[in-house]
């Protein structure tokens, strides 16, 4: 499925490129003997689609396990990838880039982003001490430190930046992937790929949670352990995935849902499965903004937002009827 998909999202789009014509370059990338397609064809195909519906792949899949994550460790239905305020951070690095016009396009304000969501998580775990066990408290650090990077995001932006700084932050927030390239595919998948991992291996822990820290402690699992693990697993794909696509809303809160609905709440299944949905659900959410309003594009955030929102409502109504 995610292999069609893929394929489809790669096709479509402007140039009057053809299916086969897409097929064929992706065959010669991939070492099949295929005939090459001119330069220029090949480069739309190959420079510009590919990486961006990958990139869309493996943010979808973090940012829904992430997700699903989360929820099991706060306990919160509510839970998503942007609650230990790393999105915030992230935000705040950007805009100083921005003001301070440090390095140059995308690449120097993906990086700011990237230190801001990290310094963010930084502090999250600073303020939370030695008690990371406790949901309810990860929870308001995580609303604390947010509000905290929001509030710096607004004083620098309105005491020192402009016009275009206010554009491009503000563009940036929706979150696009109109500037993926493939060092970002690679970066986001090396770090995606070894949190899922790590997740993975603590699927059962994390079953034990649904009743709550102080049974899954009698139950024998390591509870502070656990939490630590999700939570540096969850901090470093999310920073990733901001600084390179940046807030794409929505992903981590109603992917895991439909998936539990489906699957039941087994981390077991429930994990690789909503990687699964949540990749090719930004893919579709990306193709369907490059395509809708053509030849301009919508950021992917805006389109998972329309469709989350009613999404997240058909969700929780099936909840209060079960």
């Given at each position: 499925?995610?292999?069609?998909?893929?394929?489809?999202?790669?096709?479509?789009?402007?140039?009057?490129?053809?299916w086969a014509e897409t097929a064929r370059s992706l065959g010669h990338h991939l070492g099949l003997p295929v005939a090459p397609l001119p330069r220029l064809t090949d480069s739309v195909v190959?420079?510009?689609?590919?990486?961006?519906?990958?990139?869309?792949?493996?943010?979808?899949?973090?940012?829904?396990?992430?997700?699903?994550?989360?929820?099991?460790?706060?306990?919160?239905?509510?839970a998503e990838p942007y609650l230990l305020g790393i999105s915030s951070g992230a935000s705040t690095g950007a805009v100083l880039v921005l003001v301070a016009g440090l390095g140059s396009g995308a690449v120097s304000l993906a990086g700011g982003a990237l230190v801001g969501g990290l310094v963010a998580f930084a502090l999250v775990l600073l303020l939370l001490g030695r008690?990371?066990?406790?949901?309810?408290?990860?929870?308001?650090?995580?609303?604390?430190?947010?509000?905290?990077?929001?509030?710096?995001?607004?004083?620098?932006l309105l005491g020192w930046g402009d016009a275009d700084a206010a554009r491009g932050l503000?563009?940036?927030?929706?979150?696009?992937?109109?500037?993926?390239r493939w060092p970002a595919v690679v970066?986001?998948?090396?770090?995606?790929?070894?949190?899922?991992?790590?997740?993975?291996?603590?699927?059962?822990?994390?079953?034990?949670?649904?009743?709550?820290?102080r049974s899954a402690a009698s139950l024998g699992v390591p509870v502070a352990a656990v939490r630590t693990t999700a939570l540096v697993a969850t901090?470093?794909?999310?920073?990733?995935?901001?600084a390179s696509v940046g807030a794409i809303g929505f992903v981590g809160l109603i992917v895991p849902h439909a998936?539990?609905?489906?699957?039941?709440?087994?981390?077991?299944?429930?994990?690789?499965?909503?990687?699964?949905?949540?990749?090719?659900f930004l893919m579709l959410a990306d193709a369907v903004a490059r395509t809708a309003l053509a030849p301009r594009q919508l950021p992917a955030g805006v389109v998972t937002a329309l469709i989350g929102v009613p999404a997240f409502l058909l969700v929780l109504q099936r909840r209060e009827r079960a």
């Open positions: 499925m995610l292999a069609a998909v893929a394929f489809a999202a790669i096709g479509v789009g402007g140039g009057d490129i053809t190959w420079e510009l689609r590919a990486p961006r519906v990958l990139l869309a792949a493996v943010a979808g899949a973090g940012l829904a396990t992430c997700g699903a994550v989360l929820q099991a460790v706060t306990r919160n239905a509510l008690n990371p066990s406790s949901a309810g408290r990860l929870v308001l650090t995580g609303v604390v430190v947010g509000q905290l990077f929001a509030a710096v995001t607004s004083l620098v503000t563009y940036w927030l929706t979150g696009s992937l109109a500037a993926a970066l986001c998948a090396v770090v995606t790929g070894a949190a899922l991992v790590a997740l993975r291996l603590i699927a059962a822990d994390l079953d034990a949670f649904a009743f709550g820290a901090a470093a794909v999310t920073a990733v995935v901001v998936v539990r609905a489906l699957a039941g709440p087994l981390h077991a299944r429930l994990l690789p499965l909503s990687a699964v949905g949540g990749a090719a």
